[in-house]
Nanobody, 125 residues
């Protein structure tokens, strides 16, 4: 089992920045690729970004490329999502997730075995 806890969400004006963190506990964090997803009210859960277990590979949704950066610190068992130039369309609950395929940067939620509870990000216009 891997337990994931997100933090760092909040309310920000358009054009602003937020940094999300996801702290992991349980099994060895460095064995897992990690992803960030988001879900807006009434919509499906969408892929945001993913990072391989070593951190050497990353992958982004087109909608956030150039604005968001995923990173990880395996010594701290934490994955991060730095979000810049935020837009109202980025408003959603953001979830981190763990994928046991350590080399993966999958965009598919079904490839992730463990999920956090989510943190709300609201971007005002």
């Amino acid at each position: 089992q891997v337990q994931l806890v997100e933090s760092g969400g909040g309310l920000v004006q358009a054009g602003g920045s937020l940094s999300l963190s996801c702290a992991a506990s349980g099994r060895t964090f460095s064995y897992y690729a990690m992803g960030w997803f988001r879900q807006a009210p009434g919509k499906e859960r969408d892929f945001v970004a993913a990072i391989s277990a070593s951190g050497s590979s990353t992958y982004y949704a087109d909608s956030v490329k150039g604005r968001f950066t995923i990173s990880r610190d395996n010594a701290k068992n934490t994955v991060y999502l730095q979000m810049n130039s935020l837009e109202p369309e980025d408003t959603a609950v953001y979830y981190c997730a763990a994928n046991s395929n350590r080399y993966s940067t999958s965009r598919y939620p079904t490839h992730y075995s463990y999920w956090g509870q989510g943190t709300q990000v609201t971007v005002s216009s």
